[in-house]
């Protein structure tokens, strides 16, 4: 199957239903953890007046955390109607006065000219179906001086696994998929027990770390198709090659990914002349 039949939203795990599901959740404290993870990339002052695309805006919890944190404007866009519908609600609910609209487009579909100061995409490109492509279509949209702020799968020596499971659990009935969410959970723990780690406290870590929950996390993760991943390198390569400068990055080795290959996080800047 070529990269371009996947691009299409049939071709996806069901993302925007896992996403209305989980803001059902979405309380003060998550909306203040969505607000600190995005100040570890973006210091919270450099929010203030910004114009900021959110690309696979998801729940619609970071483009309300980045209204809070003062952005002017939030353009918030989504392949999966489901997201759009959810991320609108929710910022109805807490931002219904501030500048922001929400829309059912793909990355694909946007005009290659930069209109925003901040361009934001946490772990959604590389489920694009064309990663690449997808990264370049972001970094297009950034304003000289601007930032692209995105978060990518890390490369591990099971990727090749993972896509093949996730291919199989998006297309997988609802009961398969429980059982599937079983045997990995059980694993989880499993290996925390090993390390002497409490699985109460990696569960409450969660809600700490961008606001999100372990068992729709879990979900995301094993039905995550379509599915690529990248090493640290690769990705300073190719923006390089587009001309932006490395501002931050949070990455860790790949290793075997055993549970997962888990985001590395990116801030790169358009110069501004």
């Not at 210091?43 to 619609?60: K, N, P």
């Not at 579909?109 to 209109?115: I, N, R, S, V």
């Not at 590389?126 to 702020?149: D, K, S």
């Amino acid at each position: 199957m070529s990269a371009d039949d996947l691009k299409p939203l049939q071709q996806h795990f069901a993302f925007g239903a896992n996403w209305a599901d989980y803001a059902q959740r979405i309380d003060g404290q998550r909306i203040d953890a969505a607000e600190q993870g995005l100040h570890k990339l973006v210091a919270a002052d450099d929010w203030q007046g910004r114009r900021v695309l959110d690309i696979g805006c998801g729940s619609g919890l970071h483009a309300l955390a980045a209204l809070r944190s003062g952005a002017a404007a939030v353009h918030a866009i989504d392949l999966d109607p489901d997201s759009v519908s959810t991320a609108t609600a929710l910022l109805r609910q807490h931002q219904a006065h501030a500048d922001w609209q929400c829309e059912v487009r793909s990355v694909f579909d946007l005009p290659e000219q930069p209109a925003y100061d901040i361009v934001y995409s946490w772990g959604v490109l590389h489920h694009t179906g064309a990663m690449y492509e997808a990264l370049q279509r972001a970094a297009a949209q950034v304003m000289p001086g601007g930032l692209l702020v995105f978060a990518l799968y890390r490369k591990t020596r099971l990727c090749a696994f993972w896509k093949i499971e996730k291919r199989w659990y998006s297309r997988a009935s609802a009961p398969a998929q429980r059982r599937a969410q079983g045997v990995y959970t059980l694993l989880v723990r499993l290996a925390l027990c090993l390390r002497g780690r409490s699985f109460a406290s990696f569960r409450q870590d969660y809600l700490s770390s961008r606001g999100m929950n372990f068992e729709h996390d879990v979900h995301d993760w094993l039905g995550g198709y379509p599915y690529e991943s990248i090493r640290p390198q690769q990705v300073a390569d190719f923006m390089h090659g587009l001309g932006f400068q490395e501002v931050r990055s949070f990455t860790r080795p790949g290793g075997w990914g055993w549970g997962g290959s888990g985001c590395d996080e990116y801030v790169y800047q358009r110069p501004a002349s």
